[in-house]
């Protein structure tokens, strides 16, 4: 597996943003067979970084209602992964400026 499409975005939330700078913890979602293993090669080829900790947790899909077609959706499941790293680094990349 290409390590390279594991990781597919970064979280950006409020809580997301708050780990960031407290616990140094960056939240990413994953492709949903990826193993711990497997996403923490692909963290250390896209930030050069080594994590200390890597957390996963899958998020179950929502139900939702289409209106206009009356018919119930069924939102597809996703994996989250929270990963740790030292905190004397940052990943600037994902920094968000705040003045």
């Known amino acids: 597996m290409n390590t ?6 970064p979280i950006i939330t409020e809580k997301a943003l708050a780990e ?9 979602w994953v492709i949903r067979n990826a193993t711990k ?6 963290f250390e080829a896209i930030f050069k970084i080594k994590p ?8 179950k899909g929502k139900n939702k209602t289409d209106w206009k ?8 499941d996703r994996k989250k992964a929270i990963v740790t790293i030292d905190k004397s680094k ?3 990349s994902l920094k968000l400026n705040t003045k």
């Open 20 to 28: 960031q700078q407290t616990l140094s913890k960056y939240s990413f």
């Open 52 to 59: 200390l900790a890597i957390n996963t947790i899958i998020v």
């Open 90 to 92: 940052t990943i600037e």
């Open 69 to 76: 077609k009356r018919k119930a959706i069924k939102k597809s």
């Open 4 to 9: 390279n499409f594991i990781v597919l975005t």
């Open 37 to 42: 293993g497997q996403i923490e090669k692909s």
